[in-house]
């Protein structure tokens, strides 16, 4: 079955800096990678995602990257702001099986 | 608008008791799921259901029986609680697209 892994576990940036959390998947035929955001007390949250014939999908500050080759994919955050500290979620879905796989989670802080 | 909706939010039990989770969801969608989380281990599914009448095992089902009752309704039972189940539990749903997931506000369970 798939395995995703995710790096760092945690992550602390200075406001203003770029984060990137990378991910590896292990299921070839997984096709969708969407990733979450946990603010505390809370359930995940859908911020971005992308498809398998994708190479790059940006919205405003967060983009991410898929390399399908390699089996990698990240996400990137710019000019990071204090609401921007959560703990991050990526995943491995193979959409014909409707089974979502996350990966172990990285937990952000953004350093005022 | 309520999405999903789990109850209850926090309970206690005692080793060997049994509980059952509740979850339902407003969206008319076909797929609902069930996690936990642990510290460090991000998001494990348990079971999920990819339509009304249909249950598959997760990465950790052991332990857990499930219910989809009707498309909105998708229940997590616990029939000899264990102190390793102590966790958050949390329930999602997905629609159109599979691995867009919709996650509730979660169950604090306490296995003493």
């Known amino acids: 079955g798939e395995n995703v892994e995710q790096h760092p576990s945690t992550l602390s940036v200075q406001e203003g800096d770029s984060a990137v959390i990378k991910c590896t998947y292990s299921?070839?035929?997984?096709?969708?990678f969407p990733w979450y955001k946990q603010e505390l007390g809370k359930g995940p949250q859908l911020i971005i995602d992308i498809r398998s014939n994708v190479g790059e999908k940006k919205d405003q500050r967060i983009a991410v990257t898929l390399n399908k080759t390699a089996k990698h994919f990240s996400l990137h955050i710019t000019e990071t702001q204090p609401e921007d500290s959560a703990v991050y979620f990526c995943a491995g879905v193979k959409t014909s099986y409707d089974k979502v796989i996350f990966g172990p989670g990285t937990s952000l802080s953004v350093i005022p | 608008n309520a999405g999903v909706t789990q109850t209850p939010k926090f309970q206690v039990l005692k080793t060997g008791q049994s509980m059952t989770l509740q979850c339902a969801q407003d969206?008319?969608?076909?797929?609902m799921y069930w996690y936990r989380q642990d510290p460090g281990m991000g998001l494990r599914l348990i079971y999920y259901?990819?339509?009304?009448?249909?249950?598959d095992k997760g990465e950790v089902p052991n332990g857990y029986n499930v219910s989809r009752l009707n498309k909105r309704e998708f229940s997590l039972r616990l029939e000899s609680a264990a102190p390793s189940q102590t966790s958050v539990y949390f329930c999602?749903?997905?629609?159109?697209?599979?691995?867009?997931?919709?996650f509730g506000e979660g169950s604090r369970l306490t296995v003493l």
């Open positions: 299921d070839s035929a997984s096709n969708y």
């Open positions: 999602a749903s997905s629609g159109q697209v599979a691995g867009e997931l919709f």
């Open positions: 969206m008319n969608h076909n797929s």
């Open positions: 259901s990819a339509s009304e009448g249909t249950t």
